[in-house]
């Protein structure tokens, strides 16, 4: 969900040693009619050093300037593809007044409005990006005050302190500070109704919570307020200090989902959705230590998406339990199956989210990352670690290099080949179980891979009364380890549970929806005769085939579609697994996938009627990632993955040498 704004902090290491009593101050004082568009403002630009210019975009005309104190005039150039104001040599401040006629609202979706720059008013909701230039930016980092004013029935709010307040006939007035380093300004108004909660955290401290939502979102308000503070409490107790004294959920009327320091800014259809709480919110949250907080450098690899996504996402998983955690990993190591080797770039050359395989590795391998490195130097080295980071870094630009070193600390070992192999290497090691055999009392096993990686690979054992997860060491190509007092093991299971980031055979991982729903050539197939069934399945198919609704083919992946009875006679026909003990018997529809003895996936969707099969049209698409999955009527009421078909050797059974 998270649009991180690319911040130009790749000249700004240097900036953020100075310490924060001399960052540029920027003052402004903003009037805003979104009713007329009408926008206005006052900025004093203060510096101890001299004042080079600033930037603002060309839709705002300066009115009056004035450079200490005296009026000035400013010569306009372009730095860095922005309309640059110079100032006189030797400018330490300047006051700006500038006026504009914002853009309307327009319709757009999340793609269009990352894309769009432009600031737009409306009485429905207002945005003014940091990166549209609205406010005159001396470049770097800064601290800031805004005060705001806007007509009675707006509220309207920027990142940081709310430190004043007043709402009334004559209009609304806020007042805000961010007195940290800050790489830009986001401001937002809305005819908003506020909700608010004081939370007191462990350190003893109370900040504000609140929710500025569209009216009719009213009532989504104090559940959101509760997962807020559930969120925040979460992160200050395992990282450290929320380093803000206000955490806003913002309503937009687009179809945005921003995180931004303090707040975060999601469109008000985006809120409804059940998800948002569950996962997306604490994402958001957990970004005001990630990214916000310690702010990623940004020349060499953005860590902040998958250390969040880990915290988070992944996070959230291991809570539901080991099942859920486990689906997560096969997810992303399934994306990994399908990117090229030629295609696996370096962590360390992840920016930000730019493209689909960017995401693949800047946001599911740093998460697999850092599950490896809490596997390897154990959980409580991994939280000190992670406290340390925060400690050292607040507010401060931070590396791989700098975890690196505080884990290091906490772990008390070297972590250098750890993070290279990982963080400055592309591509993945795909690891196999060569020989697994009795040594008197112990078990030898050799493992071999490609790529020459350090790994400390999970091999669980399994006895006639029990099983036993031992990790060991795999360095060269093809090695053979000893197992003592494993001799009476009599199967061997390499990486079981998917904590290793490696290539896996496609084949290995359990069938889902989505390899049929996606296959360019894949087909449907009807096996019913009856023409409301048969209209029925186009119908659906049209929903949730990439390729188009097209009739069965030979050796193509196909969806079939049908009446149970008629579904489950096909597949008899053709000697494909039957209906699976997941999909009997319950519910008014039932979709499994699987593949066929060539490897060719396929997708079976049966319903008890046409009725059946047209209510899954909206939902089904949705759940491409699941394996099977049982509805009634339109809802989803029961899902899963099938189990991994887990690498396993029988001992004495070897394969050659
Ligand atoms: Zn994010």
């Keep these: 969900m998270s649009a991180r704004r690319i911040a130009l902090l790749a000249a700004l290491a240097a900036l953020l040693a100075r310490p924060a009593a001399a960052l540029p101050q920027l003052d402004l004082d903003v009037r805003l009619d979104p009713t007329t568009r009408a926008f206005a403002a006052t900025a004093r630009l203060a510096d101890d050093r001299p004042l080079a210019g600033f930037a603002l975009a060309p839709g705002f005309e300066i009115t009056a300037l004035t450079v200490d104190g005296r009026p000035a005039r400013v010569e306009a150039t372009t730095r860095d593809g922005r309309r640059w104001l110079r100032l006189p040599a030797g400018a330490q401040r300047a006051e700006i007044a500038y006026r504009a006629t914002l853009a309307p609202l327009r319709t757009l979706d999340h793609r269009q409005v990352l894309q769009a720059r432009a600031p737009t008013a409306d009485a429905d909701g207002s945005f003014l990006p940091a990166a549209s230039g609205w406010y005159p930016d001396p470049g770097g980092l800064f601290s800031y005050r805004v005060a705001l004013a806007l007509p009675a029935g707006q509220k309207g709010l920027t990142p940081g302190e709310l430190v004043a307040e007043r709402d009334d006939a004559d209009g609304y007035r806020a007042e805000f500070r961010f007195p940290q380093p800050a790489d830009g300004i986001d401001l937002m108004a809305g005819p908003y109704v506020v909700g608010e909660r004081a939370l007191t955290l462990a350190e003893g401290r109370t900040i504000r919570l609140r929710t500025w939502f569209h009216r009719e979102l009213a009532e989504l308000a104090a559940g959101y307020l509760d997962?807020?503070?559930?969120?925040?409490?979460?992160?200050?107790?395992?990282?450290?200090?929320?380093?803000?004294?206000?955490?806003?959920?913002?309503?937009?009327?687009?179809?945005?989902?921003?995180?931004?320091?303090?707040?975060?800014?999601?469109?008000?259809?985006?809120?409804?959705?059940?998800?948002?709480?569950?996962?997306?919110?604490?994402?958001?949250?957990?970004?005001?230590?990630?990214?916000?907080?310690?702010?990623?450098?940004?020349?060499?690899?953005?860590?902040?998406?998958?250390?969040?996504?880990?915290?988070?996402?992944?996070?959230?998983?291991?809570?539901?339990?080991?099942?859920?955690?486990?689906?997560?990993?096969?997810?992303?190591?399934?994306?990994?199956?399908?990117?090229?080797?030629?295609?696996?770039?370096?962590?360390?050359?992840?920016?930000?989210?730019?493209?689909?395989?960017?995401?693949?590795?800047?946001?599911?391998?740093?998460?697999?990352?850092?599950?490896?490195?809490?596997?390897?130097?154990?959980?409580?080295?991994?939280?000190?670690?992670?406290?340390?980071?925060?400690?050292?870094?607040?507010?401060?630009?931070?590396?791989?290099?700098?975890?690196?070193?505080?884990?290091?600390?906490?772990?008390?070992?070297?972590?250098?080949?750890?993070?290279?192999?990982?963080?400055?290497?592309?591509?993945?090691?795909?690891?196999?179980?060569?020989?697994?055999?009795?040594?008197?009392?112990?078990?030898?096993?050799?493992?071999?891979?490609?790529?020459?990686?350090a790994l400390n690979v999970p091999l669980r054992l399994v006895f006639a009364d029990r099983v036993e997860t031992r990790r060991v060491p795999l360095a060269g190509a093809r090695e053979t380890i000893l197992l003592p007092g494993a001799g009476a093991a009599q199967a061997v299971e390499l990486d079981p549970d998917y904590r290793l980031w490696r290539r896996v055979d496609a084949a290995a991982l359990p069938a889902i929806l989505?390899?049929?729903?996606?296959?360019?050539?894949?087909?449907?197939?009807?096996?019913?005769?009856?023409?409301?069934?048969?209209?029925?399945?186009?119908?659906?198919?049209?929903?949730?085939?990439?390729?188009?609704?097209?009739?069965?083919?030979?050796?193509?992946?196909?969806?079939?579609?049908?009446?149970?009875?008629?579904?489950?006679?096909?597949?008899?026909?053709?000697?494909?697994?039957?209906?699976?003990?997941?999909?009997?018997?319950?519910?008014?529809?039932?979709?499994?996938?699987?593949?066929?003895?060539?490897?060719?996936?396929?997708?079976?969707?049966?319903?008890?009627?046409?009725?059946?099969?047209?209510?899954?049209?909206?939902?089904?698409?949705?759940?491409?990632?699941?394996?099977?999955?049982?509805?009634?009527?339109?809802?989803?009421?029961?899902?899963?993955?099938?189990?991994?078909?887990?690498?396993?050797?029988?001992?004495?059974?070897?394969?050659?040498?």
Excluded: C
Excluded at 524 to 541: G, N
Excluded at 569 to 584: C, D, I, Y
């Design 227 to 453: 997962d807020s503070a559930r969120y925040v409490e979460r992160y200050d107790r395992l990282i450290g200090d929320y380093p803000f004294a206000l955490f806003s959920v913002v309503s937009s009327p687009t179809p945005t989902g921003f995180g931004m320091p303090s707040l975060t800014y999601l469109g008000r259809d985006v809120l409804r959705l059940p998800f948002i709480r569950a996962t997306s919110l604490g994402h958001e949250v957990l970004h005001n230590w990630w990214g916000n907080g310690v702010y990623p450098d940004w020349a060499r690899g953005n860590w902040s998406e998958g250390l969040t996504t880990f915290l988070a996402d992944y996070a959230y998983k291991e809570d539901e339990g080991e099942a859920a955690a486990l689906d997560m990993r096969l997810g992303w190591l399934r994306d990994l199956a399908a990117v090229t080797p030629e295609n696996d770039g370096a962590l360390r050359d992840f920016t930000s989210r730019r493209h689909g395989i960017s995401s693949i590795v800047g946001y599911n391998k740093a998460a697999m990352l850092f599950l490896m490195l809490r596997d390897e130097i154990g959980l409580e080295a991994f939280a000190r670690g992670l406290r340390r980071f925060w400690r050292e870094h607040r507010f401060r630009v931070a590396g791989w290099r700098e975890l690196e070193a505080a884990f290091a600390h906490e772990a008390g070992r070297p972590l250098r080949d750890f993070f290279r192999q990982w963080v400055e290497r592309a591509g993945a090691p795909s690891v196999r179980l060569a020989a697994a055999e009795r040594r008197g009392e112990a078990l030898a096993v050799t493992l071999a891979q490609t790529g020459d990686y």
């Design 514 to 657: 989505r390899e049929t729903f996606v296959a360019p050539r894949a087909t449907l197939q009807f096996v019913d005769d009856d023409p409301a069934l048969q209209a029925a399945a186009r119908s659906l198919a049209a929903r949730l085939l990439e390729s188009g609704a097209r009739r069965a083919a030979d050796a193509a992946p196909r969806l079939i579609v049908g009446s149970a009875p008629a579904v489950d006679a096909w597949l008899a026909a053709r000697g494909l697994p039957p209906r699976p003990a997941a999909a009997s018997g319950r519910g008014t529809a039932q979709a499994w996938a699987g593949r066929d003895a060539s490897g060719t996936p396929y997708a079976v969707v049966s319903g008890q009627d046409a009725a059946a099969l047209r209510a899954l049209e909206r939902g089904l698409p949705h759940y491409g990632r699941q394996s099977w999955i049982v509805f009634d009527g339109g809802r989803a009421a029961d899902r899963g993955v099938w189990p991994p078909r887990v690498e396993r050797l029988d001992v004495g059974g070897a394969v050659p040498r």
